[in-house]
Protein backbone atom coordinates (compact mmCIF):
# COMPACT_ATOMS: atom_id res chain seq x y z
CA UNK A 1 0.00 0.00 0.00
CA UNK A 2 2.89 2.34 1.13
CA UNK A 3 4.21 1.70 -2.43
CA UNK A 4 0.92 2.58 -4.33
CA UNK A 5 0.69 5.79 -2.50
CA UNK A 6 3.98 7.19 -3.25
CA UNK A 7 3.84 6.06 -6.88
CA UNK A 8 0.31 8.32 -6.80
CA UNK A 9 2.17 11.20 -4.93
CA UNK A 10 4.52 11.32 -7.85
CA UNK A 11 2.39 11.46 -10.75
CA UNK A 12 0.22 13.89 -8.76
CA UNK A 13 3.60 15.91 -8.45
CA UNK A 14 4.76 15.52 -12.07
CA UNK A 15 1.61 16.51 -13.31
CA UNK A 16 1.25 19.61 -11.00
CA UNK A 17 5.28 20.45 -11.97
CA UNK A 18 3.55 19.84 -15.79
CA UNK A 19 0.44 22.30 -15.16
CA UNK A 20 2.66 24.64 -13.51
CA UNK A 21 5.42 25.08 -16.43
CA UNK A 22 2.60 24.95 -18.95
CA UNK A 23 0.59 27.75 -17.55
CA UNK A 24 3.71 29.90 -17.39
CA UNK A 25 5.00 29.19 -20.61
CA UNK A 26 0.73 29.97 -22.01
CA UNK A 27 0.08 32.67 -20.11
CA UNK A 28 3.96 34.64 -20.88
CA UNK A 29 4.47 34.16 -24.10
CA UNK A 30 0.69 33.85 -25.63
CA UNK A 31 0.31 30.27 -26.98
CA UNK A 32 -2.36 28.22 -27.83
CA UNK A 33 -3.91 30.85 -30.20
CA UNK A 34 -6.32 28.57 -32.30
CA UNK A 35 -5.67 29.09 -36.17
CA UNK A 36 -8.86 29.58 -38.68
CA UNK A 37 -9.01 28.28 -42.35
CA UNK A 38 -11.07 26.24 -44.18
CA UNK A 39 -9.71 22.68 -44.07
CA UNK A 40 -9.23 20.70 -47.49
CA UNK A 41 -8.67 17.64 -46.11
CA UNK A 42 -10.93 14.55 -45.54
CA UNK A 43 -11.10 12.16 -42.66
CA UNK A 44 -11.30 7.86 -43.47
CA UNK A 45 -11.00 5.40 -41.31
CA UNK A 46 -8.17 3.22 -41.54
CA UNK A 47 -7.71 0.99 -38.78
CA UNK A 48 -11.04 -1.08 -37.98
CA UNK A 49 -12.57 -3.54 -35.77
CA UNK A 50 -13.02 -3.43 -32.19
CA UNK A 51 -10.08 -0.44 -31.50
CA UNK A 52 -11.02 2.06 -34.78
CA UNK A 53 -8.16 4.31 -35.75
CA UNK A 54 -9.39 7.93 -38.01
CA UNK A 55 -6.84 9.53 -40.22
CA UNK A 56 -7.18 13.15 -41.79
CA UNK A 57 -5.48 12.50 -45.02
CA UNK A 58 -4.10 15.90 -47.18
CA UNK A 59 -3.52 15.12 -50.59
CA UNK A 60 -1.08 17.05 -53.10
CA UNK A 61 -2.12 18.46 -56.82
CA UNK A 62 -0.26 15.12 -57.85
CA UNK A 63 -3.11 12.84 -58.56
CA UNK A 64 -0.70 9.40 -57.89
CA UNK A 65 1.79 11.02 -54.96
CA UNK A 66 4.99 9.14 -54.87
CA UNK A 67 5.97 10.76 -51.70
CA UNK A 68 4.12 10.39 -47.86
CA UNK A 69 4.56 12.13 -44.71
CA UNK A 70 2.87 11.28 -41.53
CA UNK A 71 2.30 13.43 -38.85
CA UNK A 72 2.67 12.61 -34.83
CA UNK A 73 0.47 15.29 -33.08
CA UNK A 74 0.81 17.41 -30.07
CA UNK A 75 -1.40 16.30 -27.03
CA UNK A 76 -4.10 18.32 -28.92
CA UNK A 77 -4.46 15.54 -31.36
CA UNK A 78 -5.38 14.97 -34.98
CA UNK A 79 -8.73 16.92 -34.62
CA UNK A 80 -6.84 20.24 -33.50
CA UNK A 81 -7.12 22.79 -36.49
CA UNK A 82 -3.99 24.13 -36.54
CA UNK A 83 -2.55 21.02 -37.03
CA UNK A 84 -5.15 19.99 -40.27
CA UNK A 85 -3.69 23.55 -41.74
CA UNK A 86 -0.26 22.60 -41.53
CA UNK A 87 -0.97 19.32 -43.08
CA UNK A 88 -2.77 21.02 -45.84
CA UNK A 89 0.11 23.47 -46.65
CA UNK A 90 2.58 21.00 -46.28
CA UNK A 91 0.37 19.00 -48.85
CA UNK A 92 0.60 22.14 -51.28
CA UNK A 93 3.89 23.38 -50.48
CA UNK A 94 6.13 20.60 -50.25
CA UNK A 95 3.59 17.99 -53.03
CA UNK A 96 3.32 15.37 -49.82
CA UNK A 97 0.67 13.11 -49.49
CA UNK A 98 0.43 14.04 -45.97
CA UNK A 99 -1.44 11.86 -43.31
CA UNK A 100 -2.52 12.85 -39.51
CA UNK A 101 -3.21 9.66 -37.47
CA UNK A 102 -5.95 9.90 -34.60
CA UNK A 103 -3.17 7.52 -32.05
CA UNK A 104 -5.41 8.72 -29.46
CA UNK A 105 -8.80 7.81 -30.56
CA UNK A 106 -10.77 10.62 -29.63
CA UNK A 107 -8.71 11.04 -26.07
CA UNK A 108 -6.75 14.24 -26.63
CA UNK A 109 -6.08 16.60 -24.43
CA UNK A 110 -7.90 19.96 -24.24
CA UNK A 111 -6.90 23.45 -22.38
CA UNK A 112 -8.78 21.81 -19.50
CA UNK A 113 -7.42 18.84 -19.18
CA UNK A 114 -3.41 19.44 -19.92
CA UNK A 115 -2.85 19.40 -16.17
CA UNK A 116 -3.55 15.49 -16.31
CA UNK A 117 -1.11 15.02 -19.66
CA UNK A 118 1.34 12.70 -16.52
CA UNK A 119 -1.75 10.34 -15.97
CA UNK A 120 -3.13 10.82 -19.87
CA UNK A 121 0.36 9.14 -21.14
CA UNK A 122 0.35 6.38 -19.51
CA UNK A 123 -2.97 5.47 -21.96
CA UNK A 124 -0.88 6.11 -25.29
CA UNK A 125 2.03 3.95 -24.12
CA UNK A 126 4.60 4.02 -26.92
CA UNK A 127 4.28 0.17 -27.84
CA UNK A 128 1.18 0.67 -29.13
CA UNK A 129 1.86 3.90 -30.85
CA UNK A 130 4.75 2.20 -32.80
CA UNK A 131 2.16 -0.88 -33.09
CA UNK A 132 -0.36 1.40 -34.78
CA UNK A 133 1.98 3.27 -36.78
CA UNK A 134 3.06 0.43 -38.28
CA UNK A 135 -0.83 -0.64 -39.42
CA UNK A 136 -1.17 2.72 -40.54
CA UNK A 137 2.17 2.90 -42.93
CA UNK A 138 0.59 -0.62 -44.11
CA UNK A 139 -2.95 1.03 -45.03
CA UNK A 140 -0.85 4.07 -46.63
CA UNK A 141 0.92 1.93 -49.06
CA UNK A 142 -2.27 -0.11 -50.08
CA UNK A 143 -4.32 3.29 -50.17
CA UNK A 144 -1.79 4.96 -52.13
CA UNK A 145 0.50 2.36 -53.96
CA UNK A 146 2.25 4.89 -55.87
CA UNK A 147 4.20 6.22 -52.24
CA UNK A 148 7.61 5.05 -52.63
CA UNK A 149 8.93 6.74 -49.40
CA UNK A 150 7.73 7.64 -46.20
CA UNK A 151 8.93 11.06 -43.69
CA UNK A 152 7.38 11.79 -40.57
CA UNK A 153 6.93 15.39 -38.51
CA UNK A 154 5.83 15.55 -34.65
CA UNK A 155 5.02 18.47 -32.86
CA UNK A 156 5.74 18.49 -28.79
CA UNK A 157 4.38 14.73 -27.76
CA UNK A 158 4.77 13.81 -31.63
CA UNK A 159 7.86 15.02 -31.77
CA UNK A 160 9.53 12.69 -29.55
CA UNK A 161 8.63 10.03 -31.78
CA UNK A 162 10.47 12.00 -34.47
CA UNK A 163 13.66 10.72 -32.60
CA UNK A 164 12.56 7.44 -31.39
CA UNK A 165 11.70 6.43 -35.38
CA UNK A 166 15.50 7.45 -36.11
CA UNK A 167 16.73 5.09 -34.33
CA UNK A 168 17.55 1.45 -35.31
CA UNK A 169 14.75 -1.11 -35.34
CA UNK A 170 12.31 1.38 -35.49
CA UNK A 171 9.58 1.18 -38.62
CA UNK A 172 11.49 2.56 -41.37
CA UNK A 173 10.97 6.11 -42.55
CA UNK A 174 13.14 8.17 -44.83
CA UNK A 175 13.21 10.67 -42.72
CA UNK A 176 12.12 12.62 -39.87
CA UNK A 177 11.63 16.18 -38.26
CA UNK A 178 10.68 17.27 -34.96
CA UNK A 179 9.47 20.60 -33.71
CA UNK A 180 9.94 21.22 -29.61
CA UNK A 181 10.07 18.06 -28.78
CA UNK A 182 9.89 15.92 -25.69
CA UNK A 183 10.56 13.14 -23.29
CA UNK A 184 13.75 11.91 -24.91
CA UNK A 185 16.56 11.78 -23.45
CA UNK A 186 20.56 11.48 -24.21
CA UNK A 187 20.22 7.34 -24.65
CA UNK A 188 17.34 8.53 -27.38
CA UNK A 189 19.67 10.86 -29.20
CA UNK A 190 22.61 8.75 -29.00
CA UNK A 191 20.29 5.86 -30.72
CA UNK A 192 19.57 8.05 -34.15
CA UNK A 193 20.87 6.57 -36.91
CA UNK A 194 18.49 8.06 -39.46
CA UNK A 195 18.15 11.52 -41.00
CA UNK A 196 16.95 14.23 -38.80
CA UNK A 197 15.74 17.49 -38.15
CA UNK A 198 15.05 19.50 -35.55
CA UNK A 199 13.48 22.96 -34.74
CA UNK A 200 13.54 23.47 -31.35
CA UNK A 201 12.00 26.19 -29.37
CA UNK A 202 14.55 28.04 -26.94
CA UNK A 203 16.04 25.81 -24.25
CA UNK A 204 16.13 28.61 -22.19
CA UNK A 205 12.32 28.65 -22.34
CA UNK A 206 11.44 25.10 -22.89
CA UNK A 207 12.05 22.32 -19.92
CA UNK A 208 11.31 19.91 -22.52
CA UNK A 209 14.51 20.49 -23.98
CA UNK A 210 16.78 22.43 -21.29
CA UNK A 211 19.46 24.57 -22.27
CA UNK A 212 22.20 21.08 -21.21
CA UNK A 213 20.03 18.08 -23.42
CA UNK A 214 20.13 20.72 -26.34
CA UNK A 215 24.00 21.28 -25.85
CA UNK A 216 24.33 17.95 -26.09
CA UNK A 217 21.74 16.91 -28.93
CA UNK A 218 24.37 19.62 -30.81
CA UNK A 219 27.66 17.96 -29.94
CA UNK A 220 26.10 14.60 -30.70
CA UNK A 221 24.55 15.57 -33.90
CA UNK A 222 27.96 17.59 -35.16
CA UNK A 223 29.65 13.67 -34.63
CA UNK A 224 26.93 12.10 -36.19
CA UNK A 225 27.29 14.10 -39.47
CA UNK A 226 30.59 13.31 -39.26
CA UNK A 227 29.95 9.67 -39.75
CA UNK A 228 27.66 10.62 -42.62
CA UNK A 229 24.52 10.75 -40.96
CA UNK A 230 22.81 14.07 -41.68
CA UNK A 231 21.29 15.17 -38.44
CA UNK A 232 20.37 18.85 -37.79
CA UNK A 233 19.16 20.91 -35.13
CA UNK A 234 18.04 24.83 -34.89
CA UNK A 235 16.60 26.62 -32.04
CA UNK A 236 14.53 29.49 -32.33
CA UNK A 237 15.45 31.99 -30.03
CA UNK A 238 13.23 33.70 -27.81
CA UNK A 239 10.30 31.41 -28.64
CA UNK A 240 8.79 29.11 -26.37
CA UNK A 241 7.62 25.25 -26.66
CA UNK A 242 4.86 25.28 -29.18
CA UNK A 243 5.45 28.25 -31.05
CA UNK A 244 5.81 26.94 -34.87
CA UNK A 245 2.21 25.29 -34.50
CA UNK A 246 0.35 27.70 -31.96
CA UNK A 247 2.13 30.58 -31.70
CA UNK A 248 0.13 34.21 -32.63
CA UNK A 249 0.63 34.69 -36.07
CA UNK A 250 -0.69 37.66 -36.40
CA UNK A 251 2.59 38.60 -34.52
CA UNK A 252 5.26 39.61 -37.20
CA UNK A 253 8.08 37.53 -34.80
CA UNK A 254 5.59 34.49 -34.49
CA UNK A 255 4.86 34.42 -38.19
CA UNK A 256 8.23 34.56 -39.32
CA UNK A 257 9.68 32.06 -37.29
CA UNK A 258 6.93 29.39 -37.90
CA UNK A 259 6.87 30.31 -41.41
CA UNK A 260 10.74 29.33 -41.31
CA UNK A 261 10.52 26.18 -39.24
CA UNK A 262 7.91 25.38 -41.78
CA UNK A 263 10.18 25.46 -44.79
CA UNK A 264 13.20 24.18 -43.06
CA UNK A 265 11.12 20.92 -42.23
CA UNK A 266 9.49 20.79 -46.21
CA UNK A 267 13.51 21.25 -47.34
CA UNK A 268 14.43 18.88 -45.20
CA UNK A 269 12.24 16.77 -46.50
CA UNK A 270 11.97 17.45 -49.51
CA UNK A 271 15.78 16.50 -50.03
CA UNK A 272 15.14 12.80 -48.57
CA UNK A 273 11.92 11.78 -50.30
CA UNK A 274 11.40 13.43 -53.81
CA UNK A 275 14.03 13.15 -56.65
CA UNK A 276 15.42 16.53 -57.28
CA UNK A 277 13.69 18.89 -59.69
CA UNK A 278 15.59 22.41 -58.77
CA UNK A 279 18.57 23.14 -61.46
CA UNK A 280 21.49 22.34 -58.41
CA UNK A 281 20.25 19.61 -57.49
CA UNK A 282 19.91 17.80 -60.88
CA UNK A 283 23.65 18.47 -61.19
CA UNK A 284 24.67 17.29 -58.48
CA UNK A 285 22.62 14.12 -58.67
CA UNK A 286 24.19 13.95 -62.20
CA UNK A 287 27.87 14.42 -60.83
CA UNK A 288 27.40 12.09 -58.48
CA UNK A 289 25.59 9.47 -60.83
CA UNK A 290 28.73 9.78 -62.95
CA UNK A 291 30.98 9.48 -59.92
CA UNK A 292 29.37 6.42 -59.15
CA UNK A 293 29.49 4.68 -62.29
CA UNK A 294 33.60 5.61 -62.43
CA UNK A 295 34.41 4.69 -59.28
CA UNK A 296 32.48 1.36 -60.48
CA UNK A 297 34.05 1.00 -63.98
CA UNK A 298 37.13 1.52 -61.72
CA UNK A 299 36.48 -1.18 -59.31
CA UNK A 300 36.20 -2.96 -62.23
CA UNK A 301 39.28 -3.45 -63.99
CA UNK A 302 40.85 -3.41 -60.46
CA UNK A 303 38.91 -7.07 -60.11
CA UNK A 304 39.43 -8.14 -63.20
CA UNK A 305 43.00 -10.62 -62.74
CA UNK A 306 40.83 -12.06 -60.19
CA UNK A 307 37.53 -12.33 -61.65
CA UNK A 308 36.28 -15.62 -63.56
CA UNK A 309 36.05 -13.10 -66.91
CA UNK A 310 38.91 -10.82 -66.59
CA UNK A 311 38.29 -9.45 -70.01
CA UNK A 312 34.54 -8.27 -69.67
CA UNK A 313 35.30 -5.36 -66.94
CA UNK A 314 37.22 -3.37 -69.35
CA UNK A 315 34.99 -2.98 -72.28
CA UNK A 316 32.41 -1.69 -69.79
CA UNK A 317 35.16 1.06 -68.09
CA UNK A 318 36.05 2.07 -71.41
CA UNK A 319 32.24 2.27 -72.31
CA UNK A 320 31.19 4.41 -69.22
CA UNK A 321 34.58 6.84 -70.03
CA UNK A 322 32.88 8.77 -72.81
CA UNK A 323 29.94 9.05 -71.55
CA UNK A 324 31.35 10.39 -68.38
CA UNK A 325 33.04 12.66 -70.34
CA UNK A 326 30.05 14.26 -72.53
CA UNK A 327 27.42 14.33 -69.65
CA UNK A 328 30.52 16.53 -67.64
CA UNK A 329 30.55 19.82 -69.72
CA UNK A 330 26.77 19.51 -69.65
CA UNK A 331 26.87 19.47 -65.74
CA UNK A 332 29.42 22.67 -65.97
CA UNK A 333 27.47 24.61 -68.22
CA UNK A 334 23.58 24.01 -66.15
CA UNK A 335 25.66 24.79 -62.78
CA UNK A 336 25.81 28.89 -63.38
CA UNK A 337 21.98 28.86 -64.61
CA UNK A 338 20.72 26.96 -61.06
CA UNK A 339 23.07 29.11 -59.37
CA UNK A 340 21.54 32.07 -60.73
CA UNK A 341 18.37 30.39 -60.30
CA UNK A 342 18.61 29.68 -56.21
CA UNK A 343 18.96 33.38 -54.70
CA UNK A 344 15.49 33.70 -56.55
CA UNK A 345 13.77 31.43 -55.36
CA UNK A 346 15.03 31.98 -51.62
CA UNK A 347 13.74 35.22 -51.80
CA UNK A 348 10.22 34.47 -53.10
CA UNK A 349 9.99 31.95 -50.33
CA UNK A 350 9.88 34.26 -47.44
CA UNK A 351 7.04 36.72 -48.95
CA UNK A 352 5.07 33.92 -50.06
CA UNK A 353 5.39 32.75 -46.10
CA UNK A 354 4.56 36.10 -45.06
CA UNK A 355 1.62 36.53 -47.55
CA UNK A 356 0.07 33.11 -45.70
CA UNK A 357 0.79 34.39 -42.63
CA UNK A 358 -1.10 37.64 -43.16
CA UNK A 359 -3.97 35.95 -44.51
CA UNK A 360 -4.50 32.96 -41.66
CA UNK A 361 -6.46 34.50 -39.24
CA UNK A 362 -6.29 33.68 -35.91
CA UNK A 363 -8.02 33.54 -32.42
CA UNK A 364 -7.39 32.43 -28.86
CA UNK A 365 -9.30 29.74 -27.27
Not at 29 to 36: A, C, D, L, P, S
Not at 103 to 122: E, I, K, P, Q
Not at 324 to 348: G, M, N, T, W
Amino acid sequence: MMRIAVALLAVLAIGQAEARLSNAYWNTHGQGVVQNGTQSGKVATWLKGDTPLDVYIAEPANAKPIAAVVIFTDIYGFEFSNTRLWADRLAKKGGFLVVIPDFFRGDALTDATRNTSAVWRTRHPKDRVLKDFTAVLAELKKAYPSVKKIGQQGFCWGGGYSVWLSAAGAPKIAAAVGYHISAVTAADIDAITGPISLQQSDPALDNSVNETLYAYIEKTFKAKRAKGIPAYTTFYKGFPHGFSLRGNLSDPAYAKAASTAFYEGVKFLKARLLPPTDPISRVVALKNSLLKSAQSAVAQVVAAPKAAAPKAAAPKAEAAAPKAEAAAPKAEAAAPKAAAAAPKAEAAAPKAAAAEAEAAPATKP
